[in-house]
Nanobody, 127 residues
Framework: QVQLVESGGGLVQTGDSLRLSCAAS????????MGWFRQAPGKEREFVAT????????LYASSVKGRFTISRDNAKNTVYLQMNSLKPEDTAVYSC????????????????????WGQGTQVTVSS
């Protein structure tokens, strides 16, 4: 069982930056690909970014590529999402998720592949 706890959300203005963190329980954090997803009011959950267990491979949604950076520190059991140049359309609840993988270079953008989810943290970007 893996427990995920997000932090770092808040209210910011257009163009500001935020860094989200997701702390995971357990001793095999590197066995999990990690992902960030978001859900805005009235909209379906959407993929934001994912990173492989080793941290060497990443994938981003086109809407955030070049502005957001996903990273992980396996020694701290934590994955991060650095968000720069925030826009009002980035407003959403951001959740991290963990996917147990066989190979450390694997990652996935499909929500259905993830085994564990955090509760989410609210990010609000004002115009």
């Amino acid at each position: 069982q893996v427990q995920l706890v997000e932090s770092g959300g808040g209210l910011v203005q257009t163009g500001d930056s935020l860094r989200l963190s997701c702390a995971a329980s357990g001793r095999t954090f590197s066995s999990y690909a990690m992902g960030w997803f978001r859900q805005a009011p009235g909209k379906e959950r959407e993929f934001v970014a994912t990173i492989s267990g080793s941290g060497g491979n990443t994938l981003y949604a086109s809407s955030v590529k070049g502005r957001f950076t996903i990273s992980r520190d396996n020694a701290k059991n934590t994955v991060y999402l650095q968000m720069n140049s925030l826009k009002p359309e980035d407003t959403a609840v951001y959740s991290c998720a963990a996917n147990l993988v066989r190979y450390s270079r694997t990652y996935t953008s499909r929500a259905g592949d993830y085994d564990y989810w955090g509760q989410g943290t609210q990010v609000t970007v004002s115009s």
